[in-house]
Every structure is written in structure tokens, then in C-alpha cells.
């Protein structure tokens, strides 16, 4: 540093000669005098490195910034709009005016129009930005006794912040903010940040974002290498994590309500239709709805998100309420064409079957037992009932079981049932049936009605 405050001096005291008007004191006249004769705003100054013989070295940009607001973060557009004030440092010794102990003023502010040489900086991942100019241009040039020159200026800008929304709305998003020099190479400037504070953040700025929180402000450097040669740059890193709280009462509950209600046709009559398909069309309705609007904020992209799993899961368990109330009608529809054609069989347990034209073997009741009326024993459950008609001494006689009828008719129709077939299913049907946890659930679900044991079913397991 001694070396550099000698070169500053000796510079400033050689220009301060060459001027020929050491008395002058004022503003006015020192600003005249330095950006008079013999001062070209257009060439870069030298470096301060005077171990580097010519331009000693590329001119050292000290950056710092405030960043004063950040809003409407854009998930569709990937972007962010930002507002800070933002600060340069850094040595021209074409400029430096006094020296130590004399009565120069400390800092020289100059206006518009007054032209100094200033770095190129740009924005790297900047989509649109201006200079605030309300009512005065918002900039601040200062230039300080020994050369060293701070430019501060207050810009709004919109930023690209690509984003990764694989766990949205549970997301965290990292934006940042790149600055380079845009024509000199890092052999001409090399920006660097300020050691103490290099981001400053308004007060409340971590919490003052309308959907984000703002954890964590971080620097680092960002030396970009392109075909017109190795560029310094700086970056600053956002750290951004999305607030769940507005998701949770936006679409979390909803969402959940809707499931609930659709699971309330469980508990209605399967003869309500109106009311039960009503109640299953308007919940998917809603939900296809809600889901659309949660897709309108976001891009299209090509990987599923975590909100798309939770809306599909909503769907499916709608859609399963729905195509419940098909089945239990399909089953209710199905029994009674069933029961109600003619030449079907109607197979219920200790029932009689009931077929046109047949005749029905009927067998007095068992011993012991306390009704004296005749039992038909056509049951289909365990002992499958096997008609046979033959001829015996020029009568035909029905075989049901091996038992004779008590009367026959020679119109009767031949029913066979293939007891081999029978006998198989049903002890597989009984054997699965002894099982203690199916014998739980038949105690539980004990209804004749099949189309109303599918309800309850479907009530037991949300219980």
C-alpha cells in the first residue's frame, strides 16, 4: 500500500503541475482542470500494480450492493424483478486533485454530463432493466482526493432464475445475480467484492417476499470464459424457499374436503342415483377444475411434480367413489334381470329353484324337525342336486339326488348340473369361507344384498 499511495501522490501531484493552477480551491475549477486538457474519458486509467511495466495490471472494480425490494417472481417465465442500488469502486489516477494536509475538499460529486472513464458492468442473466430518473437521475458520482472514484447508481431489473419444480409447492429456488465486464477482459478489470458487507439487504427484506422467504444471501465468482477471451465476474446467490402456508389453505384442504364428500355416497341408498351421481360428477368436476388452475401458474415441463401426484391421488380416490356407485348399480341391475326372467335359475340359499316346466321333487321334512310342510331341498350351496329322467317299468320317473319324486310329467325339461364342476368350486368357495379372518368380515358384512354389501364395504374400510 505504501507503494501505491506514493504512485497516487507523485500522479496527482505531476497532473496538479502540468495544470499550472495550484490556487485553485473551488469545485468547479478542480472539476474544470481535471476533466480539461489532456484528459480522455474514452481510454481506461492504468492499474495499480506497479510491478506490471506499461498499464500496471488490470484496473481493480470493488462492488458491493443494496438490495432494497424483490418481487413477482414468475414461475411460468422463470424470472424475478429486483431493485437495489448498486456500487463501484475504484482507482483513476488522472484524477486525483490533493494531497494529504492540503485544503482540497475531500470528494468531488460530479453531475450529468460531466463524462469519466467507468467499467462496462452488465447483468449477465438480465432480461430487462432502467435507471431511475424520478425527480433526478438516481446516480451518484464521487471522486475522492487520491483518485478513487465510487459510483453508485439505483436500478430495477428483471432477472432469469431458472427453476427446478420437481418438489413444488414444497420447492426451494436458487436466483441469482451475475455481473461482468462486457468488452475488457480480466486482464483490463477485475471486479472484485468488497470485503466487509459485499450484499446488504433492507430491513425486513427476508420476510416481505408475497410467496417466498428469503434464507440466504451468499457471494461468490463467476469467471466466464467465451470465444473473445476469460472475463471476470461476480455472483450473487438468492437463496429462496417457497411458503407452504398459502398452498395448505388454497389447495391442500380443499382438496382433501372434496375426497371426503365424494366418500359420502358410500353411506346413501344405492336407489338415490340423482343424488349419488351428482354427488360424483360435481367432486371430480371441482377437482379437474382446481387442478387446472394450479397448472395455469406453472410451466409446462416435462417431469412430474409433487403436486401433480397429490392432485392425481385426489382424482383417483374421486373417481374410485364413482365407478363404486357403477358397480353397486351394475350388481343391483344385473340380480334383478335375474330374478326376473322366465327361464332362469334362481339359486339362493335353502331356496327352492324355481324352473318352468320341471318338475319339482318334493321331500317330506327331516326327523325331529319342528314344521311338518314338505322341504324342497334344491340348494346349490354345498351338495350339488343332479336331475336325472329315466324310465323305469314303462314309467318316467325324475331322480333328484337319488331320491324318486312323488309325481312326474313327461313334459318336464331335463336339467342337468355338472356336479364334478359344482363340487370343485364349492369346496374351494368353503374352505375359503372357514377362514377366521373371512369369517370376521362375513359377521361384519353379513347382508344378503350384494349390491348394498359393496357399500358397506366401502364404509367399513374408511372407518
Not at 470465444?227 to 395448505?248: D, V
Not at 367432486?283 to 417431469?303: D, E, R, W
Amino acid at each position: 500500500m505504501n507503494r501505491l499511495n506514493c504512485f497516487i501522490i507523485l500522479l496527482a501531484v505531476s497532473i496538479w503541475i502540468i495544470g499550472g493552477n495550484g490556487d485553485a480551491t473551488s469545485d468547479t475549477e478542480i472539476i474544470k482542470k481535471l476533466l480539461g486538457k489532456g484528459y480522455d474519458w474514452r481510454v481506461r486509467p492504468p492499474g495499480i500494480n506497479l510491478t506490471i511495466p506499461g498499464t500496471h495490471g488490470a484496473v481493480i472494480v470493488t462492488v458491493n450492493m443494496l438490495i432494497r425490494s424483490i418481487s413477482k417472481i414468475d414461475d411460468v417465465n422463470m424470472e424475478y424483478s429486483v431493485q437495489l442500488t448498486f456500487r463501484e469502486e475504484w482507482v483513476d489516477g488522472r484524477l486525483a486533485y490533493g494531497l494529504p494536509g492540503d485544503d482540497t475538499p475531500d470528494f468531488l460529486i460530479l453531475t450529468a454530463g460531466q463524462k469519466i472513464w467507468m467499467p462496462d458492468s452488465f447483468f449477465q442473466n438480465e432480461k430487462q432493466a432502467h435507471k431511475h430518473d424520478i425527480d433526478k437521475p438516481n446516480v451518484l458520482i464521487r471522486i475522492h482526493r487520491d483518485g478513487r472514484i465510487l459510483y453508485s447508481v439505483r436500478i430495477s431489473m428483471v432477472l432469469s432464475c431458472p427453476m427446478h419444480l420437481q418438489y413444488y409447492p414444497m420447492d426451494v429456488q436458487t436466483c441469482l445475480i451475475d455481473l461482468a465486464s462486457y468488452a475488457y477482459t480480466e486482464s483490463d478489470i477485475e471486479y472484485r467484492w468488497k470485503k466487509q458487507e459485499p450484499v446488504q439487504l433492507k430491513k425486513g427484506l427476508h420476510s416481505s417476499l408475497p410467496s417466498f422467504q428469503l434464507n440466504n444471501v451468499d457471494t461468490t465468482l463467476c469467471t466466464s470464459k467465451t470465444n473473445t477471451g476469460t472475463y471476470s465476474c461476480l455472483r450473487t446467490i438468492l437463496e429462496l424457499r417457497r411458503q407452504f402456508s398459502y398452498y395448505l389453505l388454497q389447495l391442500y384442504i380443499p382438496s382433501t374436503m372434496l375426497v371426503i364428500v365424494s366418500w359420502v355416497s358410500f353411506w346413501l341408498d344405492r336407489g338415490a342415483v340423482p343424488a349419488r351421481v351428482t354427488l360424483g360428477v360435481t367432486t371430480l368436476l371441482t377437482m379437474t377444475t382446481q387442478a387446472s388452475g394450479i397448472n395455469a401458474k406453472l410451466p409446462p415441463v416435462s417431469y412430474t411434480k409433487a403436486i401433480d401426484v397429490w392432485i392425481g391421488a385426489c382424482l383417483t380416490f374421486i373417481f374410485g367413489a364413482l365407478l363404486e356407485f357403477a358397480w353397486v348399480t351394475y350388481i343391483s341391475s344385473r340380480r334383478k334381470k335375474i330374478c326376473s326372467s322366465r327361464n332362469s335359475l334362481l339359486a339362493e340359499t335353502r331356496q327352492a329353484l324355481i324352473i318352468p316346466n320341471t318338475v319339482v321333487a318334493q321331500f317330506p321334512a327331516e326327523e325331529g324337525a319342528e314344521t311338518t310342510e314338505t322341504r324342497v331341498d334344491m340348494s346349490i350351496t354345498e351338495s350339488p342336486d343332479v336331475w336325472i329322467r329315466r324310465h323305469g317299468n314303462g314309467k318316467i320317473v325324475t331322480e333328484v339326488n337319488g331320491h324318486l319324486g312323488n309325481k312326474n310329467d313327461e313334459s318336464a325339461e331335463l336339467i342337468i348340473i355338472d356336479s364334478k364342476h359344482k363340487n370343485r368350486r364349492y369346496i374351494w368357495w368353503t374352505n375359503f369361507k372357514n377362514l377366521r379372518l373371512i369369517r370376521w368380515v362375513r359377521r361384519r358384512l353379513d347382508v344378503e344384498d350384494n349390491a348394498k354389501r359393496a357399500d358397506l364395504i366401502s364404509s367399513e374400510f374408511l372407518n
